[in-house]
């Protein structure tokens, strides 16, 4: 009784069988190394676990031209951001002709994985920022992170011995064959996915329990790679999501497991790309909010949610469940959105993310119809610990 097929139809599974493992590790040992860093360990953890189905190592020139250009791989499937491994001409030079090379976390380390090279190519900086970010700007921060990455990718088809070692969260690392088996042992047959960066205030809260009324269950699914420095750190989030839990959601309909994807900021094509990865968790349902994956101003409030009319109906094969921002309005005497309540903004609750730090710094907690109180707490704990950067709420 699955939830829905992945995407591309079948769900990749990258790591080595045991009886295999020896072998390839001891070929990984004599070959040329590459160390993989930040994002791109992050998406070779994905592709691993098959949470980039169909995608079976990393892309390769006409995928990477056809995703930027059309937004599907090459074949014509959907796919939104181009997944590659860079290396600069040096690295590119170094590998020589290769056509195995090993991947290493770090200068030393034993291997990860062993790509079997298909083709080294250029990058097309300037049309990769246009088309995934839509800006050249260096000021954002995926834009910064695409200078910063060498000037060719290599591609070709993973074989992967371990996946990156994690000591965190390490009882909600859930793979998408885990969470598929999850909830189809909580006899789930839809369920919504939850993409966050961020605590979860009330206005989130009210976001996913709406979705819920509608579906079977709810998949809470924080991404815990790489984000920016003025971000809540992924720990003090988790303390966060765990005392909601505790306190306000029901066990049987809501789960929480992390999405060890890095941020790429950019926004409307992100949100695709995050709703085709939830769909290979087996979600049926995405919530899309306001700005979503938005960074400054670079994208339109409701772009993230546009985008989405630009595939044919069933096509991405998971449905979009788009929202307003919300609030508590005193007359509704309740939570409300733009959408269902007729009252004036002296009437609702509202509060600047800015002011909202404000209080949290000064040890205040912020009105209850904000946020929860056990929330606000863990957010008052973690600024006092953090000394002079802040978390951002
Ligand atoms: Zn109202």
């Known amino acids: ?19 295999e493992a020896d072998a390839l590790r001891e070929e990984a040992r004599h070959l040329p190394k590459l160390v993989v860093s930040g994002r791109e360990l992050s998406d070779l953890e ?14 390769g020139e006409a995928d990477y031209h056809a995703v930027l250009e059309t937004m599907h791989l090459d074949d014509g499937l959907p796919w939104a951001i181009p997944v590659t491994l860079s290396v600069d001409e040096d690295g590119a030079h170094r590998l020589g002709g290769a056509e195995s090379i090993a991947l290493t976390a770090a200068e030393g380390d034993e291997p990860l994985a062993v790509l079997r090279i298909s083709e080294i190519f250029k990058r097309d900086r300037p049309k990769e920022a246009r088309s995934v970010f839509q800006t050249e700007d260096l000021e954002h921060p995926g834009v910064q992170a695409l200078h910063e990455a060498g000037d060719r990718c290599v591609a070709g088809r993973l074989e992967v011995l371990s996946l990156p070692p994690h000591d965190d969260f390490l009882q909600n690392r859930l793979t998408p064959a885990e969470t598929r088996e999850e909830f189809e042992r909580r006899g789930w047959r839809t369920v919504v996915g939850f993409q966050t960066r961020n605590p979860i205030h009330r206005a989130h809260e009210y976001i996913q ?61 992100e949100a695709i790309w ?35 009319e630009r595939f044919e109906p069933g096509e991405l094969g998971i449905t979009p469940l788009m929202f307003e921002h919300s609030f508590w309005c005193s007359r509704c005497e309740g939570m409300a959105s733009p959408k269902t309540c007729p009252h004036s903004e ?48």
Request: aromatic share 8%.
């Open 209 to 269: 329990k709406c979705a819920l009324e509608i579906v079977d269950g709810l998949l809470v699914h924080p991404l815990v790679g790489a984000t920016k420095a003025d971000d809540v750190p992924p720990d003090v989030r988790m303390r966060c999501y765990e005392a909601l839990f505790e306190g306000y959601y029901p066990k049987d309909r809501a789960m929480v497991s992390v999405f060890p994807a890095a941020m790429r900021y950019a926004g409307p094509k």
């Open 274 to 308: 995050h709703a085709i990865c939830r769909k290979n968790y087996g979600c049926t349902h995405f919530i899309v909010g306001r700005d979503h994956a938005g960074v400054g101003d670079y994208y339109g409030t409701y772009d993230a949610q546009k985008i989405f």
């Open 1 to 19: 009784m699955a939830t829905t097929p992945p995407h591309g139809g079948a769900l990749r599974n990258l790591l080595t069988e045991a009886t």
């Open 346 to 393: 002296e009437e609702r609750v509202s509060l600047s993310g800015t002011k909202v730090r404000e209080m949290l710094r000064a040890g205040e907690r912020p009105p209850q119809e904000f946020s929860r109180p056990e929330v606000a707490d863990i957010l008052i704990d973690a600024m006092r610990g953090e000394g002079t950067n802040p978390p951002r709420p």
């Open 46 to 59: 994905l592709l691993a676990v098959g949470a980039l189905s169909p995608l079976s190592g990393f892309q």
